[in-house]
């Protein structure tokens, strides 16, 4: 997994934390944003993104409206929902808008790894 960039936006740091430090072992390089501002933030500053892990309910910013703006870009950075919003109205909502995948909270990391394998193709340029 060298050289894949990984931003995880989600407001719950014991969450990001877990995760983050799942994906640094599984040899993934992680970014970290509280909240859709600062992922949007960090989503322009960084052009080399291999995938965006995306809470619905963040502050600020909420997700979709995040993932609203990253392909109102025409940017085709793989996205994955991670969230408590599981109706699925939500599910379809995150998919409509241009997520990749929708994973519901709670999940088992090793889910999640196979999923952002999926999503991340082994020859994704920027």
Not at 14 to 25: C, E, F, N, T
Not at 53 to 58: P, Y
Not at 84 to 112: C, I, M, N, S, W
């Amino acid at each position: 997994m060298a050289g894949k960039k990984i931003l995880i936006a989600d407001d719950e740091a014991r969450l990001r934390k877990l995760v983050s430090d799942y994906l640094v072992r599984e040899g993934y390089e992680v970014l970290e944003a509280a909240d859709g501002e600062q992922a949007l933030d960090i989503f322009y500053r960084e052009k080399d993104l291999s995938l965006m892990i995306l809470d619905v309910m963040m502050p600020v910013m909420d997700g979709f409206t995040l993932l609203k703006k990253i392909r109102s870009e025409r940017n085709n950075v793989p996205v994955l929902m991670l969230t408590a919003r599981a109706e699925v109205d939500d599910r379809v909502q995150g998919l409509d808008l241009g997520a990749d995948d929708y994973l519901t909270k709670p999940f088992h990391l090793a889910e999640l790894n196979a999923r952002i394998k999926s999503v991340i193709p082994v020859s994704y340029t920027h």
